[in-house]
Nanobody, 122 residues
Framework: QVQLVESGGGLVRAGGSLRLSCAASGISGSIFSINVMGWFRQSPGKLRELVALIQSGGTTNYADSVKGRFTISRDNAKNTVYLQMNSLKPEDTAVYYC?????????????WGQGTQVTVSS
């Protein structure tokens, strides 16, 4: 079984920082390899949007709204991806979801974490 477990969400004041972690289990020793890992977020009344991603080769991409403030990184040995969020704004308030796209035998598979709430107070 592949599972993604997020942690690190919480309540923070505007201008503060949080570090989200997403640990992927069930990949090491399996037939899966990671194409990409990333973070999405969704707030009430809004579509789920891509926040940041990191590809297997290390290339990163960020939503314009978080560029310069958020940093995505990974620990390959632990199959864990992190999202360092600095200079947080109230509009960053959302449920943040970890996502991975896996490759196995020429097919792609998508897995989602259950989400972690980030609330930024003004």
């Amino acid at each position: 079984q592949v599972q993604l477990v997020e942690s690190g969400g919480g309540l923070v004041r505007a201008g503060g920082s949080l570090r989200l972690s997403c640990a992927a289990s069930g990949i090491s020793g399996s037939i899966f390899s990671i194409n990409v890992m990333g973070w999405f977020r969704q707030s009430p009344g809004k579509l789920r949007e891509l926040v940041a991603l990191i590809q297997s080769g290390g290339t990163t991409n960020y939503a314009d709204s978080v560029k310069g403030r958020f940093t995505i990184s990974r620990d390959n040995a632990k199959n864990t991806v992190y999202l360092q969020m600095n200079s947080l704004k109230p509009e960053d308030t959302a449920v943040y979801y970890c996502h991975t796209n896996l490759r196995a035998l020429g097919a792609d598979y998508n897995y989602w974490g259950q989400g972690t709430q980030v609330t930024v107070s003004s």
